[in-house]
């Protein structure tokens, strides 16, 4: 009998049960509202649905992302390694080369006032940075926290490490791909407080067409000129613009294929689920996470206020001819921030079409965001 009393007891101990605490439960809960926002909303699911179930992991087995120094085998987890990646910079750059195999940047190329939208939405992101200090965070973690604003898990990631805010990466991965899936609810009320009915209902010439040329020149002429000025951005608009000369550049539609499909969903799958992984209850539930949280809220906000503003100046210099609608987009979470600004255009006006004029500030969001991130590099030297 007392065989069957110790072994029993000894499987008690091994549950997960045994082991958890009331803010590993809390944590589960979120895991499972961010799965039904992405399940039954529809709110990114590619991004929410590996991210809340490494979420739901990790809080249920904390080993699986334990380091190999603190295990008994000397093996760490298996998402330990996935986070890894993260750390190395290595997924993040993958997914700018996916993410480039998939992007059409004729809509910038042919409206180059699309590069000033999309830095015009950057301004959140130095804001955040100098609220951020006042928060009480350091130089470098106020850098790493402000790139939230730009709406940019990846960029977001990449810079927390190369800052060497590890500590910090998690909640700010989580944050930056919360706010990419939750654009549909942030800015339109932004967006329709900043611009009046008959603003919104402008419609936008048709764009030019763009020539095979232009779109194969683009990719190469904004690596040399980036990445000579701030070196430090090559891994992210490097591997982006690598990605779209694959697309345009016609001979070599396999690997145009595998960048934009297979390679972009293995890199999702280990990236999503080693983020969710990184919100155990003991580094996401503290103070820090919520200031992380707020401002990076805050400086999305702000990034997607400036550019709609932007617009606004661009609608009058232009005397009507820019929806300023489309200003939103300048923040990097692409396409989704560019629906939005159709979807709300689309409310005033049925029969208005502003996807394809959003995308050019969306895409140059994406390469602002890189930017600033390299400016960051540069001032801290890195």
Known sequence: ????????????????????????????????????????KGFEPLLLVP????????????????????????????????????????????????????????????????????????????????????????????AAVSII???????????????????????????????????????????????????RAIKMDNLRPVSKLEKILFPIVVTIIVCLLLPTTAPLVGMLMLGNLFRECGVVRQLSETASNALMYIVVILLGTSVGASTSAEAFLNWTTIKIVILGLVAFAIGTAMGVLFGKLLCFLTKGKINPLIGSAGVSAVPMAARVSQKVGAEEDPTNFLLMHAMGPNVAGVIGTAVAAGVFMAIFGV
């Not at 958890?20 to 809960?29: E, H, R």
């Not at 249920?60 to 093996?75: K, L, M, Q």
């Not at 940047?105 to 939405?121: E, M, Q, R």
């Open 1 to 40: 009998m007392s065989y069957v009393v110790e072994t029993l007891s000894h499987l008690l101990e091994q549950t997960a049960f045994a082991n958890l605490n009331y803010k590993n439960f809390i944590m589960i809960a979120v895991a499972c509202v961010f799965l039904y926002l992405a399940i039954k």
């Open 51 to 142: 991210i809340a179930f490494g979420m739901l992991l990790v809080n249920i087995y904390p080993d699986i992302i334990a380091s190999p120094e603190e295990t008994s085998n000397g093996v760490g987890g298996l998402l330990y390694y996935f986070y890894s990646l993260d750390e190395w910079s290595i997924l993040p750059s993958l997914i700018f080369l996916g993410v480039g195999a998939m992007t059409d940047f004729g809509p910038l190329i042919a409206n180059p006032l699309s590069f000033l939208l999309g830095a015009a939405a950057q301004f959140g992101i130095f804001s955040a940075y100098l609220l951020a200090i006042l928060f009480g965070f350091n130089d470098q973690a106020a």
């Open 149 to 199: 604003g730009g709406a940019d898990g990846p960029t977001s990631i990449f810079l927390a490490g190369k800052l060497g805010q590890s500590d910090l990466m998690g909640p700010i991965a989580v944050a930056a791909y919360s706010y990419m899936a939750l654009v549909p609810i942030i800015q339109p009320p932004i967006m329709k407080a900043l611009t009046t009915k008959k603003e």
